[in-house]
């Protein structure tokens, strides 16, 4: 047991390089993202931009400070299925927003149906 | 980073790897400390949590009539008599990426043995979180002088002011707890209680091991994981 718990540690490093390297577009893309607002971009491009530079920012930071790059299918499979959850529910609530905002309208705004 | 061979024996990469980890006894995260795997099943669950707030957050602004509060506008500082949109939550975000780096630079030269870089490289995160909280809690005082509240704002929608204090706040929160363990884990490193095969730790009769830093590694990471989708979300929508 004492031999299994010791070989359970992390033997490799990696360079420093790599690290600089995501470190460096983690500003790069933060920067693109505060331009989005500075340039005031409107509609679907400010949308989809944000998106954009959000998911590049959260990718970098999971795949290579968190390891999830070098980790076992294991652990990554456990850990990202579940987002579809998440994703399912986003959906349910878009709808539900949808409903509320129609039925505020509706009811406060025109007066009902009567 | 974690071990692919387990007592001489070489683990599967890949998919193959994975149904053959899943289906067998004892172990299903072959090679990964079981503090590391915690820490990741504690961040999923912590996940969910703001998952919640996020999605809540949207209902809230997409059910309501009133028109929301211009982020742009709100979080505005005043510089020389300009008026610099989001100036301050853009200096927020580069000190946490800046505090993640270090924090990442901090587990390499843990594992590498080199206690003073990875000493003083987790005191540099600490002092990052800690600027990082400090400009929140300057943020909140000037939001709440302007007279924002959880049920009432100047500015539009009055549900602005709950989301902002609850999912700012819950954050925040993150980041302190964050930084008082990083620097507990600072004095740590530097007292050398990962050194010579390790000293033991607080309750526990466990030896310490630079994995620690790893884990302490992730939360912090997840930490501005959340605030890369709070600022894309909250300030930036």
Known sequence: MVKAEKKEQSASTHKIGIYM??????????FFSYMVDWYNFQGMLRWSLILFFMFLKAGLI???????????YALVNVLLWPMTAIACFIFLMVAEFEYTLFSRAFYFVVGGGA | MSDPQIEGLQLKPGFKGMSEDTGSDQTMFKGVHWGKAMMWIFLLSDTFVFSCFLISYMKGRGSTLVDWPYPSEVFALHVGGVSVPLLLIAIMTFVLITSSGTMALAVKYGYEKNRKMCGWLVLATALGGLTFV???????????????????NPFGAAQFGSFFFMITGFHGTHVSIGVIFLFIYAYKVFAGHYENGGKRGWFTTMKGDYV??????????????????????????
């Open chain 2, 134 to 152: 400090g400009m929140q809690a300057f943020e909140w005082t000037k939001l709440i002088e302007e007279g924002v509240r959880p049920w009432e």
């Open chain 2, 212 to 237: 620690e830093i790893e884990i302490l590694g992730l939360y912090w990471h997840f930490v501005d994981l959340v605030w890369v989708f709070i600022f894309a979300f909250f300030y930036l929508w």
């Open chain 1, 21 to 30: 390297w995501i470190w460096g577009l983690l500003f790069v893309l933060s």
């Open chain 1, 62 to 72: 999971m795949a290579f400070f968190m390891h999830l790059f070098w980790e076992r």
